[in-house]
């Protein structure tokens, strides 16, 4: 079983920054893409950034610039550093990861719990 877990989240004023780590743990064999998506309330899932295992990165246009994700493979764990954070930044954040358990088996997207994220005016 794999297990993803995110923390760092919380409320802070828009101009602030927040940090998101994501632990994944359990039958990890190898861990590809990781990322983040963001869900607002009355609106779908979205994505926010992804980082391959050799370190490239993807960014939504909307967060180009303010946030950067980044991981460490030793501690199979992905970060979100969000900062000049917005009003509109306010959602539940979700770490994502594409993760196989073992030699020869397919890797499998795995979502954590999701952290709160609210930015007042």
């Known amino acids: 079983q794999v297990q993803l877990v995110e923390s760092g989240g919380g409320l802070v004023q828009a101009g602030g920054s927040l940090r998101l780590p994501c632990a994944v743990s359990g039958s990890i064999f190898s861990i590809n893409v990781m990322g983040w998506y963001r869900q607002a309330p009355g609106k779908q899932r979205e994505f926010v950034a992804a980082?391959?295992?050799?370190?490239?990165?993807n960014y939504a246009d909307s967060v180009k610039g303010r946030f950067t994700i980044s991981r460490d493979n030793a501690k199979n764990t992905v970060y979100l550093q969000m900062n000049s954070l917005k009003p509109e930044d306010t959602a539940v954040y979700y770490c994502?990861?594409?993760?196989?358990?073992?030699?020869?088996?397919?890797?499998?997207?795995?979502w954590g719990q999701g952290t709160q994220v609210t930015v007042s005016s």
């Open positions: 980082i391959s295992s050799g370190g490239s990165t």
């Open positions: 994502n990861a594409d993760v196989s358990t073992g030699w020869g088996s397919p890797r499998l997207g795995y």
